[in-house]
């Protein structure tokens, strides 16, 4: 069964002009990746807000991503928008 993943951050004041091109040049390659089976991003303006969410096939998966990302410098560029570094939490689906 896959995993749900939700990062929440803020974005710096004045930042988002440079996030929304860096996000839709990096996304392609989120989708791509070994594992990933969907990635939104919402933004809300007011308080500068972003959640992404994503589906992973599992936790391990986005785990072998997210050590990619943090190799090649993709994380840092990510956080430099930010005010912090991301809330990163895991869900597992419930059927009920």
Do not use: C
């Amino acid at each position: 069964m896959s995993i749900w993943v939700t990062l929440e951050m803020e974005v710096a004041k004045g930042k988002f002009g440079e996030l929304e091109p860096f996000l839709a040049e990096r996304l392609p390659a989120v989708r791509g990746f070994d594992g990933a089976l969907s990635v939104t991003v919402y933004y809300d303006e007011e308080t500068r807000s972003l959640l992404i969410a994503e589906e992973w096939l599992s936790k391990a998966h986005h785990a072998s991503y997210i050590q990619a990302i943090s190799e090649n410098g993709v994380m840092a560029q990510l956080v430099s928008f930010m005010t912090a570094p991301p809330k990163v939490q895991y869900f597992k689906r419930l059927v009920i």
